[in-house]
């Protein structure tokens, strides 16, 4: 299994600034994930942090907005861009725990955006 | 479009009783399918994993079934007790990718 730690656990942002969100895994993995939790909705895949290249991004999310780092097989960053206030949600680094029997995704314990 | 379908009307059931939830799904080829638990105000946590060939999967009280006729997964909980409590998740992953995309997930409540 992986345990993964967030910084910040949550932040209180005026809009138009930028929340650079840090993920960090006690073990290598290949495939980490961002996912974004609006209230009261589930979750959303924003990308794929790829070590070493670009990131994934799905439909609706870009790297303008939400630039991504993956510069080890343990750590990687989100930021927020330019914030508004559509952008307070919680937003969760989720790793794959891949061996012969199992193919399970483990997540962190998300960061509290409140975009003001 | 793809979708996966879980009941959004919360489940209360008294405690001892078995609690099924049901995910429905489209436009997948899940090579397994996931279910989640997830508490307010955590990360949502690895319950029971299911692959395509599988009928059923067992883990303590556990139960998942896994119809990909039906497009279905049914996820029970037996003895059920107030800290089962907690909003489950269905997460299928589709066939070539990587991560996986969640339902909306249905909200239990087991009441003593």
């Known amino acids: 299994s992986a345990v993964i730690s967030q910084k910040p656990s949550r932040d209180i942002c005026q809009r138009g600034t930028s929340l650079t969100i840090q993920c960090q895994v006690d073990?290598?993995?290949?495939?980490m994930f961002w996912y974004r939790q609006q209230p009261g909705q589930s979750l959303t895949l924003i990308a794929t942090a790829n070590q070493g290249s670009e990131a994934t991004y799905e439909s609706g999310f870009v790297i303008d907005k939400f630039p991504i780092s993956r510069p080890n097989l343990t750590f990687s960053t989100l930021t927020v861009s330019n914030m508004s206030p559509e952008d307070s949600s919680i937003y969760l680094c989720?790793?794959?725990?891949?061996?012969?029997?199992?193919?399970?995704?483990?997540f962190g314990p998300g960061t509290r955006l409140t975009v003001t | 479009s793809q979708k996966i379908e879980q009941n959004s009307e919360a489940l209360n059931i008294q405690e001892g009783k078995t609690a099924t939830l049901t995910c429905n799904y489209t436009?997948?080829?899940?090579?397994?399918l996931q279910w989640y638990r997830q508490d307010p105000g955590r990360g949502p946590v690895f319950l029971l994993l299911i692959r395509e060939n599988e009928k059923e999967k067992r883990k303590e009280r556990l139960k998942v079934t896994f119809d990909t006729t039906l497009k279905q997964s049914l996820f029970h909980i037996t003895a059920s007790q107030p800290a089962d409590s907690a909003t489950y998740l269905c997460?299928?992953?589709?066939?070539?990718?990587?991560?996986?995309?969640f339902g909306s997930g249905t909200r239990l409540q087991v009441q003593p």
């Open positions: 989720s790793v794959l725990w891949r061996d012969s029997r199992s193919y399970e995704q483990y």
């Open positions: 997460a299928p992953l589709d066939t070539g990718r990587r991560a996986l995309t």
């Open positions: 073990s290598q993995v290949t495939m």
């Open positions: 436009n997948y080829s899940p090579a397994y």
